[in-house]
């Protein structure tokens, strides 16, 4: 293992598994920032025994942790958080790429009174299967142009904190970082404040098939529910009444989806009822993967999630 000379003002954190074109990618897209001699880079390796190297991880700038995948997403991130030297973490999915300008934008922005700062959101493979419409599902809302300002919400696991605001959330940063909505959630409610931020701008590779869709909704929102569950304490009659309005949740959201979609007007009609078809689907999953995980904990389908998120395919072209 190597590391960079002096502090650095930036630590930035990508946790990988098996797919190790992409994770290279990944880290590439972070090595050529402007500004890289502020920062390190933790490569929190998760892969499997025997797999290959990740090209590029021998940079001066770049420290490999190797940690079992079964210790689950959120403590793999939380391990880089620890670790980090830097008073701004950085957090870049292994599917995503950073875009350039990002590693400065977020050292200039991930100040007071900004506990954490969100990107705007790409699509790295757009036009391949259903990624356009899962792209306007989970990212719309951060989607090009992005306006700069105050924000309710961030987009989630590829978002910068600030590492000290981060401790303060331990012993349980592990679960809180298994849901970056969750996370953010407690910050605001603990008076922190987020900043969008188009200047720090990522590439986000989604899934392309219905099937894979399903299941990463499904397995982050088991994790989501039940990290939502815990983290603010709800009483067993908030869980019981949130299982019997769920039935309502696929409606709302494909109302805000197709609001949101109209009001851009640059999408087709057959866009829009695509993605509003595909949003219901992947809607029923997320609901049933919240009532799971308020059912039976996070623990249950942690390793599932985590797995899923590190290795499942997510082409840059069709075939």
Request: glycine content about 10%; charged content about 20%.
């Amino acid at each position: 293992m190597t590391r960079i000379r002096g502090e650095p003002q930036a630590s930035v954190i990508i946790v990988v598994g098996d797919r190790r074109v992409r994770s290279a990618r990944a880290l590439r897209s972070v090595l050529d920032q402007d500004g890289l001699d502020e920062a390190e880079i933790l490569l929190i390796d998760a892969g499997s025994d025997g797999v290959a190297p990740i090209p590029g991880a021998d940079h001066p700038a770049v420290t490999v942790l190797k940690i079992d995948v079964a210790a689950g997403f959120g403590a793999l991130k939380a391990t880089g958080v620890r670790r980090a030297r830097g008073s701004v973490l950085l957090f870049l999915e292994d599917h995503a790429e950073a875009r350039p300008g990002w590693l400065q934008a977020a050292l200039k922005s991930c100040t007071d009174p900004w506990a954490g700062v969100g990107c705007e959101v790409h699509n790295a493979n757009a036009g391949v299967g259903l990624s356009d419409s899962i792209y306007e599902i989970n990212y719309g809302r951060w989607a090009p142009p992005l306006a700069r300002g105050e924000a309710e919400l961030l987009a989630g696991n590829n978002t910068i904190y600030r590492r000290q605001i981060l401790l303060a959330y331990e012993p349980g940063l592990d679960d809180l970082l298994s849901s970056d909505t969750v996370l953010q959630w407690r910050l605001s409610a603990d008076g922190h404040k987020l900043l969008a931020e188009p200047a720090a701008s990522i590439l986000h590779r989604n899934p392309t098939t219905l099937g894979n869709g399903i299941q990463a909704e499904f397995l982050y929102h088991w994790c989501f529910g039940a990290v939502r569950a815990s983290a603010l304490r709800w009483t067993r009659r908030k869980k019981l009444g949130y299982l019997a309005l769920s039935p309502l949740i696929p409606w709302i959201r494909c109302l805000r989806l197709t609001k949101l979609l109209l009001r851009r007007r640059t999408a087709s009609a057959r866009h829009v009822v695509q993605t509003t078809a595909i949003s219901f689907v992947l809607m029923h999953a997320a609901v049933f993967g919240q009532a799971v995980g308020i059912a039976f904990g996070l623990q249950a389908g942690l390793g599932r999630f985590t797995r899923f998120e590190l290795n499942s395919p997510r082409p840059l072209k069709p075939g």
